[in-house]
């Protein structure tokens, strides 16, 4: 075996630059692929639905002169394929169409929507990260009692109880009668438009611009759906985050960090934790992916203005281009972070490299 | 036995399990000491004989109950001990090789790190000397290129080059005593010699005594001073190593007849014929 020391200990680890090159090729062509499959998806079932894009633009009492000129302009006598070639060419160069509802660029309306599914997004899962790992740890390590039990009922609440009913409990109980915090709204209608809306997060822009009572302001508005939001990704993670360290603390590897002498802090964060990591990265980002697609529930109770309640009102107003450009933003964002994720994943797990 | 010999006395020691199905008796009251010499420990699974080394260190885990007349070591009750005492004796003072690497390594830890871990839980040394130690210590168990070995993870070590590190890892804080359960269990038989040559260079070299957990009778037989037979949680008999073949308990004698031989091959290998009374018989003491 002595023979082999050198072989043995040098596989697997740090691929050559071919290797690494490929990896890419791959990653290129998988993320390719994916936008191709949702676009063409997304494209063929706004066509084929019963909807009639023309009259959604024109309305009901437009002559049939107006009526074909706009059906013309739109490409509909063209095969589906032209249109989805069509569709991809001016998607390529930024242009995702008009939006019926707001008489907008669909881009223009992302650009304002979006962030703020980002920032509610972002704070919920910030939550649920610092606050429901530690949860699932002091579960996993306390398990069958009070802690473990505690954090098991909490999970399961927050799991359990539907969002737009707390949503309103929460709204009557903290901004109708205690005023604790903001009501509906991004921000009160009196501050609306002070900051210039650099990233459209509005919490940055505020800082940016030095605004700190629409700062306030904002935390006061935001803090409601973010802790509802939070609550539920905080229970998932809190729960996964327990069944993943009950599992690594059974492992082996554990007594022989004890047998060393090693504390038992260390032993759970040091140990543990490290390898309880490597799993939640995955579950993290698609908690993440999953509320960035915009919670439709939070955002309505809550008057959010979020790609969620701008998907769903695209569909019910039959604006299929606002509809395909959310979809595609979100898709973005599911291959982004699933490629984040996959990174961080390398980075923590040697045996992923 | 000289009594300042003893480095660990054990007498009436049980561990028992609280399982949905009640409670499980792993050791039933077994006694022995342990000096600077190689004790073999042998038996069948469940006999009890992890479960002795775990109680040793305090590690039979939760659920458990270790009761016992006497643990002591070195003028230390490990039974009634708080835990930071008990810290202070693993790994610095007894310590514990595991079956297999491929578990008992941790996959996200260098094994440079996790050995350098062991070190500096015991000391005040700075990384630099600790660094140093580890790679010192991965030479001493005969890794060629203890460099490149120090930055590689457990999956990139094969069995044998794996349970030499768990060896320099639990090595490194020059304990008095290593508990050795069935450490070579899980390798290939060329290389098994291997490790069970480097074990025994060292604990010979640096005086320590050794607990070394094993089914395998022959194995026990050629390479420690005394062996323990245990038997459903007892120990059942106690005898030199160099004694085993002549052992004189029907248990251990039966053990000994399900042993294939080259030189005499037999058409039909002896079944073991389990007398229901060892395990009530009184567990033998030691002598």
Redesign the interface.
Known sequence: MTDHNGQTAGTGRAPSPPNRLRALVGVFFTIVLTFVGLTAVTFVISRVMPVDPVLAIVGDRASQEVYDQVYLRLGLDQPIWVQYLRYINSLLHGDLGTSIMTGQTVMSDIARFFPATLELATVATLLGVFVGIPMGVVAAVNQGRWPDHVVRVVGLIGYSVPVFWLGLVALLVFYAKLGWTGGPGRVEVYFDGIVEPYTGVLLLDAALAGEWEVFRNAVSHLILPATLLGTFSLAYVARMTRSFMLDQLGQEYILTARVKGVSEFRVIWGHAFRNVLVQLITIIGLTYASLLEGSVLTETVFAWPGIGSYITRGLFNNDMNAVLGGTIVVGACFVGINMLSDVLYRLVDPRAR | MASSDRLLQVHNLSVSFDTPRGEVNAVRGISFDLGREKLGIVGESGSGKSQTGRAI?G?TG?GSRVTADRLEFDGINLLNAD?ATL??????RI??I?Q?PK????????VGRQIE??YL??TRANRREARERTLSMLASV????PE??YD??P????G??GQRV?IA??MI?EPDIIIADEPTSALDV??QL?VLAILDDMVSRRGMGLMFISHDLNLVASFCDRVLVMYAGRVVEVCEASQLHHAQHPYTRGLIGCLPSVSHPHEVLAVLDRDPEWATAPSAADP
């Open positions: 260190l590690l939760p835990q810290r202070r004796v693993r790994g610095a310590s514990m595991m297999d578990f008992s390594l941790n996959p996200v830890m260098s871990e062991a839980v015991h005969q890794i060629r290129n490149r070995v590689a993870y999956h990139e070590v094969s044998g080059m768990m890892m639990m804080p060329t290389v291997q």
